[in-house]
Nanobody, 115 residues
Framework: QVQLVESGGGLVQPGGSLRLSCAAS????????MAWYRQAPGKQRESVAV???????NYADSVKGRFTISSDNGKNTVYLQMNSLKPEDTAVYYC?????????WGQGTQVTVSS
C-alpha cells in the first residue's frame, strides 16, 4: 500500500509560480511511475506530467515549457514546478502513483491562478 500526500497549492497571480510536492510512504519500492493530474470544475481529470522510475518524463501539450516534473528518490517525493501560470491552470492537482498491480491517488491540492 502507498500513501500520497500533496502540498504546495494556493492562490497565485497570472505569470506566477508554484511548486507542488507529493510525498509517498509505504511500499515505495514498488512504484514504477508517478504523475500529476488535474481536474478543473466541470471538466474531466487530465494528465499533466509523468515521470518514470528511470527518470523519463512526459507532459501535456498545454504545460510543455512551463511545468517541470522531478523526483527525489531518496525522499520518495515527486515535485511539479509550475511557472508562467495561467488562469486556465486553475484546478485541483492530484498526485498519482502506479505499481504493477495498483494505482494510488493523493487527496488533491487546490491551485488557483487569478488576479
Amino acid at each position: 500500500q502507498v500513501q500520497l500526500v500533496e502540498s504546495g497549492g494556493g492562490l497565485v497571480q497570472p505569470g506566477g509560480s508554484l511548486r507542488l510536492s507529493c510525498a509517498a510512504s509505504g511500499s515505495g519500492r514498488s512504484i514504477l511511475v508517478m504523475a500529476w493530474y488535474r481536474q478543473a470544475p466541470g471538466k474531466q481529470r487530465e494528465s499533466v506530467a509523468v515521470i518514470t522510475s528511470g527518470g523519463n518524463t512526459n507532459y501535456a501539450d498545454s504545460v510543455k515549457g512551463r511545468f517541470t516534473i522531478s523526483s527525489d528518490n531518496g525522499k520518495n517525493t515527486v515535485y511539479l514546478q509550475m511557472n508562467s501560470l495561467k488562469p486556465e491552470d486553475t484546478a485541483v492537482y492530484y498526485c498519482n502513483a502506479r505499481s504493477i498491480v495498483s494505482v494510488f491517488w493523493g487527496q488533491g491540492t487546490q491551485v488557483t491562478v487569478s488576479s
